[in-house]
């Protein structure tokens, strides 16, 4: 029995063997993965690019077609390669009916059969940069912009494609008022604008100017923007404010001041925000609202003045009323700051954070940011956290009325925190240019200098028509990953 059973597993093991002896041999064509993606710029390559990648196909090649990838649609074939089996296939791209004014993305699929009628593919993308020449991309604001102070502040990226940059010229109604070249030794070919520039005679509503910026590259290319700007001494309100899936409607009194906030969403739940302002001007009392079918959640901010109209204190209550007989419950008071102390000039020194048991105490609470002897509180508190140094941040200004401006007497965040993301975009009086983290937010530790953690900036877009501001988009980059959040303001 032991002698069949050893038989029949070596005529098993024979006949296994015997078929993969006489299995075909279908090995694996394809196409090597360097090369799938390039970018030419038409200086360098002005007529013809030859794209080309490695191939192996065991049992030899027999035909090789190119497909639009996007539509599959048959564009050629490319010859000469039949029956190769290792080979660079090469294929020339006639360039001369791509626009040489713009950026163009191709994309092409490679399908090759072999002579077995094996098929197989690769996809690559070419991008084809238009003639360097010089040119700003981007410029913030448009060409037509409203100012509310003697300062222009240009923001945009200059560049010359492959060709450096010689110079870059601001000029005002003809006065030459920022030169810029780089140093002998040093080519430049892409240049951020962020200098701002003061402005003559233009000081009262109605004056206009013509601000122009020049850009020269080493062959003597120029190219110029020119800017049409207008001072204007008023500030006109939207009537809401859109951003994602929230609409804020927006209401002003007789002063033109903003008193309330409301936004509803897809459920019926409301958000509200109603302001009344002191005697002096500045706000005195905001209520934020969150309005269910069950449910009302207060949270009131009240500001009191000293005697020079200066804050003494802010308190802020909370509570919850019961929509079924308007009963109050949950109700809690406390001292969000006090202490307030100010030097000789009336401007903040420091004070008393009270619910973190912390003394805010700065140097640098003001700055006379664009230099018309009008200091701006500059200084951006955030948030609650317990590390409170990475709270802190120091802002720049766009020189522009900001249109959704709430009159506060100095915007401690503070005081204002659970009001949701719209209220941080109204404390400031001009719109804030960007959020620059002080040095005690990186010496707080767990933040890297330069991992660009926290960095954040506005950007505005103005009508071209009326030069009013009708959006402004936050950028925000966390861990090198830029985040945006638009948000469109339409007026009546």
């Not at 005679?201 to 800017?227: K, S």
């Not at 508190?381 to 009325?401: C, D, M």
């Not at 983290?437 to 954040?456: K, Q």
Request: proline letters at 4%; aromatic letters at 14%; charged letters at 25%.
């Amino acid at each position: 029995m032991k002698q069949i059973t050893y038989i029949l597993s070596t005529l098993l093991i024979s006949l296994a063997f015997s078929s993969c002896q006489l299995e075909p041999d279908f090995p694996v064509p394809g196409f090597d993965n360097t090369d799938l993606e390039w970018e030419i710029r038409r200086d360098t390559v002005p007529t013809i690019f030859e794209m080309g990648i490695f191939m192996t196909v065991p049992n030899g090649i027999e035909t090789i077609e190119v497909k639009d990838a996007i539509t599959n649609d048959h564009i050629d074939y490319i010859t000469g390669y039949e029956g190769k089996q290792e080979v660079k296939m090469i294929y020339p791209l006639d360039l001369t009916p791509i626009s040489t004014d713009v950026d163009t993305v191709l994309n092409f699929t490679f399908r090759a059969v072999d002579k077995r009628g094996a098929g197989f593919n690769r996809s690559v993308r070419l991008h084809v940069y238009k003639t360097s020449r010089p040119e700003l991309v981007d410029l913030e604001g448009g060409k037509q912009v409203n100012i509310n102070v003697p300062v222009y502040a240009p923001r945009g990226r200059v560049t010359c494609g492959a060709v450096p940059i010689k110079s870059i010229e601001y000029r005002f109604n003809d006065e030459q008022r920022f030169y810029f070249e780089p140093p002998a030794d040093t080519l430049i070919y892409d240049y951020d604008l962020a200098t701002d520039v003061g402005l003559k005679n233009m000081e009262n509503g109605g004056d206009t100017g013509l601000f122009e910026i020049i850009i020269t590259d080493d062959r003597d290319w120029v190219y110029t923007e020119q800017i049409n700007l207008t001072f204007v001494d008023y500030v006109i309100v939207p009537s809401k404010v859109s951003f994602t899936s929230k609409e804020w409607i927006i209401e002003t009194d007789e002063f033109n001041r903003i008193i309330k906030m409301q936004t509803t969403a897809s459920t019926g739940d409301t958000d509200q925000l109603d302001i009344s302002y002191h005697d002096n001007g500045y706000v005195e009392h905001i209520n934020s609202s969150y309005t269910t079918p069950s449910v009302i959640y207060m949270h009131s901010s009240t500001y009191v003045f000293d005697e020079l109209n200066r804050y003494k204190e802010i308190r802020k209550t909370t509570y919850r009323i019961d929509t079924a007989d308007d009963s109050k419950y949950n109700e809690s008071e406390v001292i969000v700051a006090n202490e307030f102390v100010y030097d000789a000039n009336g401007f903040l020194k420091s004070y008393v954070a009270v619910d973190r048991s912390l003394r805010m105490e700065r140097d640098d609470f003001y700055k006379d940011h664009f230099g018309t002897g009008q200091p701006l509180f500059t200084v951006y508190l955030n948030g609650r956290s317990a590390r409170e140094a990475k709270q802190i941040a120091l802002l720049t200004f766009k020189p522009v009325r900001n249109p959704i401006h709430i009159n506060f007497y100095m915007p401690i965040t503070d005081a204002v925190s659970g009001f949701g993301t719209i209220l941080s975009y109204c404390l400031s009086e001009y719109i804030i240019d960007r959020y620059h983290p002080s040095p005690e937010y990186f010496a707080s530790g767990g933040v890297r200098e330069d991992s660009g953690y926290g960095y954040r900036w506005l950007s505005i877009r103005t009508n071209e028509e009326t030069g009013l501001v009708e959006n402004f988009t936050k950028h925000q980059i966390r861990y090198e990953s830029e985040s945006l959040d638009p948000y469109d303001l339409h007026y009546d």
